[in-house]
């Protein structure tokens, strides 16, 4: 029987934000000055005069990468106007636009440089000298019932799966956490990880609001940034993540004197990454497991990196099926989510009710008959010295029979010595078959990371020049047959072009939306059609009213037209798609065959 945290609501306790809170305590320091209570419930309250009127399921999109305390007010001022909140996957433009569209978003409140409103500068000037005092909302908040948050997770194939959470998930959730971690008012939390990941949100915003707490109003992402935030405020919680510990442990021993408790979770902790940091400051990490879908799960204790069982927290049944998938009920999973909610994460459970994490179930693959984990084969990659970071991903065979593995490695020297990688097969071979050893090893400069620390598989797999399926990246245009035109006045040539799907120059530009950037246009397009055209000029001098008129797409066939009058070296092109034109512009090139 799942409990009832909305129980718990009814006694006008649990799910206060501020209710531990002086109207004179501080919530948020930073470089940005010191912020009381009082003034959050003034900002807040700023937020919602200028917000518009709720509607059904209507939601104000945050979008902050500067200004943790600004997104506190907007996230309150929200909630006090009747709107819930919603997270995008990414601050990205194109992730945030797509939430936009959504008809449910209302109002898309932020503090970038996007030209959206509504920009939460504005709201945050203090009131003229002299004048009334400014409404605030009452302390301590209560939200409104039912969905208070919306977060939107991404897939490896760019597709968004939306999460909603209601009061009772999401504050009980912050509750739960604060009882189990003793966070007691006067704590001064260090946000290392963006607050729009849910993460994020739960440790640095909601928890301190709910526990009397404060938190930094910047997010800092480098060591050195990390450890002076950590001096300068007398911080004694950091919330950070795997990547970040990486980093940290390179610091002087006395860097982040005065941390009591150290969180790290959005993904695994490598036992020698919890060894290096622990061993360097003699401080423990306290890792967390959870998912945007079911709260979290776990939590365990790494001293000195030995391999320690998770424990689930209070109220979380942790159970594991047939295929050995965990199974997760709790009074953070939604209630429209099936229960148990069983999960892609591989579990050994105790008969205490530990368990041991083994991995995601789409990271153990089966080759030469034989089941491996890609998570065990960077563990013995990452032990080796000469090793500063590694990722392993699998790729189907071609044909759908079973999987390879490839490796991609940071050596922690800039030119690694020849037998670099011939060394690391040796190591892989001690403990691993032959046959389940990646089949190429690369090594990179850096292992590619978004903002929470998880490597996305298509980056991942462009080290190896391949695409997220596996597929070998596709950098061909299918070129049709030439038009020649040519006159008294003018000489030319047209050719239709199809633009494949799966075409290179689309990745970046933009995920979800993608679209062929107009400097591709021109150096994949214009340019061989040009030399197709007029073989006899040379390289490209000038660009003359270069104008970008229509979107590109995957699919599309578009015809390339260039033409200059006789013996000129100025050469007009036009895109177009169908009768809707896309680029135009001139060029002017030199006389000769370019070099």
Not at 100 to 129: C, K, R, Y
Not at 180 to 195: C, H, T
Not at 413 to 422: H, L, T, Y
Request: proline residues 7%; aromatic residues 6%; charged residues 25%.
């Amino acid at each position: 029987m799942t409990p009832n945290m909305d129980v718990a609501i009814a006694s006008g306790t649990t799910f206060q934000l501020l209710g531990r809170h002086r109207l004179d305590s501080v919530v948020a320091f930073g470089s940005g000055g010191e912020k009381t209570a009082s003034d959050l419930l003034e900002d807040a309250a700023r937020n919602s005069r200028a917000l518009p009127a709720a509607y059904e399921n209507s939601k104000a999109l945050l979008v902050f990468e500067k200004d943790r305390y600004a997104m506190a007010a907007a996230f309150l001022g929200a909630l006090d106007r009747g709107h819930s909140v919603a997270l995008p996957p990414s601050g990205r433009r194109d992730a945030v636009l797509a939430i936009n569209d959504q008809p449910e978003t209302a109002i898309v409140i932020h503090d970038t440089d996007a030209g959206l409103p509504i920009s939460v500068a504005s709201l945050l000037e203090p009131a003229s000298p002299g004048g009334r005092e400014p409404p605030r909302l009452s302390s301590p908040v209560v939200p409104h019932p039912g969905v208070i948050a919306t977060v939107f997770t991404s897939g490896t194939t760019g597709a968004t799966t939306q999460w909603d959470k209601t009061r009772s998930e999401l504050l009980g959730e912050a509750h739960a956490l604060g009882e189990r971690f003793q966070v007691e008012p006067g704590a001064r939390i260090v946000g290392a990880v963006s607050p729009g990941h849910i993460y994020g949100l739960l440790f640095t915003i909601l928890l301190p609001l709910m526990r009397g707490a404060a938190f930094s109003r910047e997010t800092p992402l480098h060591a050195e940034t990390v450890a002076q935030c950590v001096r300068e405020n007398a911080a004694n919680v950091l919330v950070t993540i795997p990547v970040q510990l990486r980093s940290l442990a390179a610091l002087s021993v006395g860097s982040l004197a005065g941390l009591e408790r150290v969180f790290s979770s959005t993904g695994p902790l490598p036992d020698s990454v919890a060894r290096a940091f622990s061993e360097h400051f003699s401080l423990p990490i306290t890792e967390i497991l959870g998912s945007s879908e079911t709260g979290g799960i776990a939590t365990r204790v790494r001293a000195a990196g030995e391999a320690v069982p998770w424990w689930p927290f209070d109220g979380v049944q942790v159970a594991v099926n047939d295929d050995g998938r965990m199974e997760v009920d709790s009074p953070f999973v939604h209630s429209d989510l099936p229960r148990p909610f069983v999960t892609a994460d591989l579990i050994d459970l105790n008969t205490d009710g530990s368990f041991k994490h083994l991995g995601r179930a789409d990271g153990i693959v089966k080759i030469g008959g034989r089941r491996i984990s890609t998570s065990e084969v960077e563990e013995c990659l990452r032990e080796e010295s000469d090793v500063d970071d590694v990722a392993v991903v699998a790729v189907p065979v071609e044909g759908g029979r079973g999987h390879h593995l490839l490796a991609a490695v940071v050596p922690t020297e800039d030119r690694p010595s020849e037998d670099f990688i011939a060394g690391l097969r040796f190591v892989l071979r001690k403990k691993f078959e032959p046959s389940c050893l990646p089949r190429r090893i690369v090594s990179v400069e850096e292992i590619p990371k978004d903002a929470n620390g998880k490597t996305p598989r298509d980056r991942l797999m462009r080290l190896f020049d391949l695409q997220a399926n596996g597929r070998p990246i596709n950098w061909t245009l299918e070129w049709g047959e030439p038009r020649v035109e040519r006159d008294d006045e003018r000489e030319g040539l047209e050719v239709s072009v199809h633009v494949p799907d799966d075409y290179a120059w689309f990745e970046g530009h933009f995920e979800g939306f993608p679209l062929l950037a107009g400097a591709v246009q021109l150096k994949e397009l214009v340019l061989p059609t040009v030399e197709r055209a007029f073989p006899e000029l040379g390289s490209v001098v000038a660009m003359n009213r270069i104008k970008f008129s229509g979107r590109i797409v995957p699919g599309d066939t578009v015809v390339v037209q260039v033409e200059r009058k006789p013996r000129s070296s100025r050469v007009r092109f036009k895109i177009r798609k169908e009768k809707k034109i896309c680029t135009t512009g001139a060029l002017s090139l030199a006389d000769g065959p370019a070099t």
